[in-house]
């Protein structure tokens, strides 16, 4: 078969960023070659996100426009959650699409296409528990920093969230593939990576925990920082905690997404913590790291909250110490429980208390990043900053840092002081030489 060229845009969080790269792999193995632009492609794919309305909106827009490339014999295909979510129904609502693909499919990609090509319009969107990728080698760009799947699915039923009904069941990959990718990538040049999972904590495999998991990844030859997202607030065991804390790779920043601050909207969420709880969590991690910095995910408006609801989320970034928050509004995802929760909050009122929340966050983020300016931290040079001529480093709380350095820098690590900060980002400045990598 002729390489034929394959042209995919990718949406939504980080997973699905590491599934393109699957993808890519894949397809690489049955002979087809990625393409830059979708003039350039004979098949056009989107990996796509279903967690908000408007996300999907954004795709059913880019797929109009990129019917416009189709080539006789070419092909047009939806891949990732929302393909899974809507299913043929998409093949209904954009005429010109040849292929949908659900998450648990991408290894049978070359052969639908092949379908595809031939005429056909194909969709799979059938759950395997037992699919891994393991044998699928991730194509990705090279980097110091790399995101590693642990964990697909999901169990937990989250009344707002489609994801258990776009990824299917929760299950892990084993500790040896995860350490043998892990070298891998060490042996590459990476010197940090993020564990992903949905509820990534809650990884468990052959009797083997996230504790387990973390101190073999922690102790790769050539990794330097382990990083991992997300975790489930409950699932944090002495055990993992005791693992972060003794493992000196595991960076001191934890993405925990609380989603509210008001145990009855959390009952109403089918989350399975309290307030107090969750508040808890956070004093064990502070006690045993250290210098541990938390962002969060927060949702406005959730069905049935009150003012005095809203305010508790308030006060709990506040109580919790956030440094950042990914702020929502609730938006009502057909399929998943809460849809038929009564007391759906009027969206003007959803609205005006979303902005209230992000100004809580920005000035609470700023008091906290104020005290920090004069602190010196190991950081990671990235990549170049959008501001011209400079780089972006991040340090092992998380924050991002502009540095006057040059090219060559990137991938390095340096000891960083922080002069100043814009209320979110830092600009720092070098005090020491390149840190050796361990
Ligand atoms: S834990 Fe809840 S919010 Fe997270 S993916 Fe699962 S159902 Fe969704």
């Not at 092909?75 to 129904?89: D, S, T």
Request: glycine content about 8%; aromatic content about 6%; charged content about 25%.
């Amino acid at each position: 078969m002729p390489a034929r060229r394959v042209y995919l845009e990718t949406y939504g969080c980080q997973m699905n960023v590491a599934d393109s790269e699957l993808i890519v792999g894949a397809l690489g193995r049955a002979g087809y070659e990625p393409a830059a632009s979708p003039e350039d492609a004979d098949v056009l794919l989107v990996n796509t996100c279903a967690v908000r309305d408007n996300a999907e909106q954004r795709v059913i827009g880019r797929m109009g426009e990129l019917q416009r490339f189709k080539r006789p014999g070419g092909v047009l295909g939806v891949v990732g959650c929302m393909a899974q979510r809507l299913g043929a129904r998409l093949l209904e609502e954009v005429p010109r699409v040849d292929l949908v693909v659900g998450p648990d499919a991408y290894r049978n990609l070359p052969r639908l296409i092949a379908l595809a090509a031939d005429g056909e319009r194909v969709t799979d969107t059938a759950f395997r528990a037992w699919e891994h990728y393991e044998d699928v080698p991730p194509v990705r760009p090279p980097g110091a920093t790399q995101f590693v799947t642990v964990q697909r699915g999901c169990d937990y039923r989250c009344t707002f969230c489609i994801v258990p009904y776009t990824r299917g069941p929760e299950r892990s990959r084993t500790l040896e593939d995860v350490v043998a990718e892990v070298r891998s990538l060490a042996s590459g040049g990476a010197t940090e990576v993020t564990l992903l999972g949905q509820t990534v904590n809650s990884w468990r495999a052959d009797g083997n925990d996230f504790a387990d998991l973390l101190r073999a990844v922690g102790t790769v030859d050539g990794i330097r920082r382990v990083r991992f997202t997300s975790p489930y607030p409950t699932d944090f065991t002495q055990r993992v905690i005791a693992a972060m804390a003794e493992t000196e790779a595991v960076c001191e920043h934890v993405h925990l997404p609380a989603q509210s601050g008001s145990n009855r909207t959390l009952r109403r969420m089918l989350r399975r913590y309290t307030r107090e709880r969750f508040l808890e969590v956070v004093g064990e991690l502070r006690a045993a790291i250290p210098g541990i910095t938390f962002s969060t995910d927060l949702i406005a408006g959730f069905p049935g909250e009150t003012e005095a609801d809203f305010a508790e989320t308030l006060s709990l970034v506040q109580e919790a110490g956030f440094d950042d928050a990914y702020t929502f509004r609730y938006s009502v995802r057909e399929g998943t429980p809460a849809v038929k929760l009564r007391d759906h909050v009027p969206e003007e009122v959803a609205a005006e208390r979303l902005e209230r929340l992000i100004a809580v966050v920005r000035t609470a983020a700023r008091r906290r990043n104020l005290a920090r300016v004069g602190t010196v931290h190991e950081t990671l040079v990235e990549r170049p900053s959008r501001r011209g001529g400079f780089l972006l480093g991040r340090t092992r709380g998380n924050h991002l840092v502009l540095l006057d350095l040059p090219a060559s820098a990137l991938g390095g690590y340096r000891q960083v002081r922080l002069t100043g900060t814009t209320g979110s980002t830092f600009t720092g400045e070098v005090v020491a030489p390149q840190l050796a990598v361990l």
